[in-house]
């Protein structure tokens, strides 16, 4: 059971305590200000909403709680995890980010973790340096990121998969999905999911990886041909 304040996390009964520093850099690279272009990308929900599969924020929040569950973002979590733990293996960091690669769907699925995972490596250079590769998927990037930051796993994932939940719900509102205060409401119903996905991502392996959301795949292939379209993905 993990329990989290602004610098103390409780973990198994555990108290470790997050340095101001890495609260810092966590807050900076998963901000929706942070330039990584997250807000051009809608993860296939533009053609959920076109063809009628999401019309409301009851359908919105079951989508999102499946994604977590077996789609994309869990493979992202637990790609994640594996880049935290290898943060200091080039190697291992190189295959993990093949296996991201080969992980994406459809053209902008790999569009959409490969052009986030370079524009967030260019910004996080102003903590890093040159140390960090410029091609890797998003997820190996942010948790390769963080594992080098000194950010604890737990709040790490905790961070991006709340960021994933915030731009979907960023796009709703673009596509009148949602308003603002339904958006908020759906943030809150949904903090239990993210931080069931969180904690269950701490502690998987490589083997963990894999879905079943065939719907939202399905809708990430189909965006290809959407128009008109406010979205990449």
Excluded at 30 to 40: C, I, K, N, W, Y
Excluded at 84 to 106: P, Q, T, V
Excluded at 180 to 188: C, E, F, K, W, Y
């Amino acid at each position: 059971m993990r329990t989290t304040t602004a610098k103390v996390t409780i973990i198994m009964g555990i108290i470790t305590t997050m340095t101001d520093p890495a609260l810092l850099r966590l807050l900076a690279w998963l901000s929706p200000v942070f330039p990584t272009g997250g807000f051009a990308y809608s993860a296939g929900l533009e053609r959920a909403v076109a063809d009628g599969v999401v019309r409301d924020t009851a359908g919105l929040k079951d989508w999102l709680e499946t994604l977590l569950v077996y789609g994309s973002p869990w493979n992202d979590a637990v790609l994640f995890a594996e880049s935290w733990r290898a943060a200091n293996d080039a190697d291992a960091i190189a295959d993990l980010a093949s296996l991201g690669e080969a992980l994406a769907g459809s053209a902008e699925r790999h569009r959409e973790t490969m052009d986030q995972g370079r524009a967030f490596i260019a910004a996080a250079r102003h903590w890093f340096g040159e140390d960090l590769p410029s091609a890797l998927p998003l997820p190996v990037a942010v948790g390769r990121a963080c594992g080098l930051g000194g950010i604890a796993l737990e709040d790490g994932l905790a961070a991006y998969l709340h960021a994933f939940i915030s731009a979907q719900l960023q796009a709703a509102i673009r596509l009148s999905v949602a308003g603002q205060d339904g958006a908020a409401r759906l943030l809150a119903a949904l903090e239990p999911a993210v931080g069931a996905a969180a904690d269950k991502a701490a502690g998987s392996t490589i083997d963990d990886l894999g879905g079943y959301a065939y719907m939202a795949e399905i809708a990430a292939m189909r965006h290809e041909t959407l128009q008109p379209r406010l979205f990449l993905s």
